[in-house]
């Protein structure tokens, strides 16, 4: 069962543009949501993460956007380079009984053309 | 310096065959993790150890066995590998077991069952 839902599978942008990744969860248990990067052939790293108890948080052109009654939360990167062209990943876990699992959605590939 | 380092980096095998795959982790956390990314990129934990002893352990065959001889090693060994075994395999560490550590992956391994 998908729990975590993500869209755009794929976006294109031009340089300098701004980038949107949205994603839509259905446990209310989860309580972290944090947005991994991943380039070709590398492993996922961690990019932004947010707690449900702020609508906002920003990390230079990184922003995650949060909605808790939607249930819903977004990455927005601003000034878009074509260094972001990467696979971006949100998730999603309930931190007081997971023991650190993750529930990743299926992923976004970003492509920023110079 | 490699924080977290995956041997070997290609597998290739025909169907049947038992292979492992090894972990390591130099950073001195207490928790390891392999993932499974699928062909569509689709990222699922498979097991977690924490100070060696299992704590996650998602519905994956019993064919995969993941084995910790110490908190820096978690290996993964895979009997009667079958072809729907095809993916890349990511190991992950964190400082402790919960969901908001800093998951850290290594740089996968691609296997190949044919």
């Known amino acids: 069962q998908q729990q975590v839902k993500q869209s755009p599978q794929s976006l294109i942008v031009q340089k300098g543009g701004i980038s949107i990744i949205n994603c839509a969860y259905e446990?209310?248990?989860?309580?972290?949501f944090p947005w991994y990067q991943q380039f070709p052939g590398k492993g996922p790293a961690l990019l932004i993460a947010?707690?449900?108890?702020?609508s906002e948080k920003k990390e230079g052109r990184f922003t995650i956007s949060f909605n808790k009654s939607a249930k819903q939360f977004s990455l927005h990167i601003m000034d878009s380079q074509p260094g972001d062209s990467a696979t971006y990943f949100c998730?999603?876990?309930?931190?007081?009984?997971?023991?650190?699992?993750?529930?990743f959605g299926q992923g976004t590939i970003l492509t920023v053309h110079p | 310096d490699t924080a977290v380092s995956q041997t070997p980096k290609y597998l290739v095998t025909q169907m049947g065959n038992d292979k492992s795959i090894k972990c390591e982790q130099n950073?001195?956390?207490?928790?390891m993790y392999w993932y499974k990314q699928d062909s569509k990129k689709f990222l699922k934990i498979m097991f977690s150890?924490?100070?060696?002893?299992?704590?996650i352990n998602e519905t994956v065959p019993n064919r995969f066995s993941p084995k910790s001889p110490d908190k820096a090693h978690l290996n993964l060994h895979i009997n009667s590998l079958e072809l729907g075994d095809s993916a890349v395999y990511f190991c992950?560490?964190?400082?402790?077991?919960?969901?908001?550590?800093?998951?850290?992956f290594g740089p996968g391994t691609r296997l190949t069952v044919l």
């Open positions: 992950a560490s964190s400082q402790g077991g919960w969901a908001t550590d800093t998951q850290y």
């Open positions: 446990n209310t248990a989860f309580d972290y």
């Open positions: 947010i707690r449900p108890d702020v």
């Open positions: 998730a999603a876990s309930s931190g007081g009984t997971s023991y650190g699992k993750l529930t």
């Open positions: 950073l001195g956390h207490d928790t």
């Open positions: 150890y924490n100070n060696k002893e299992l704590i």
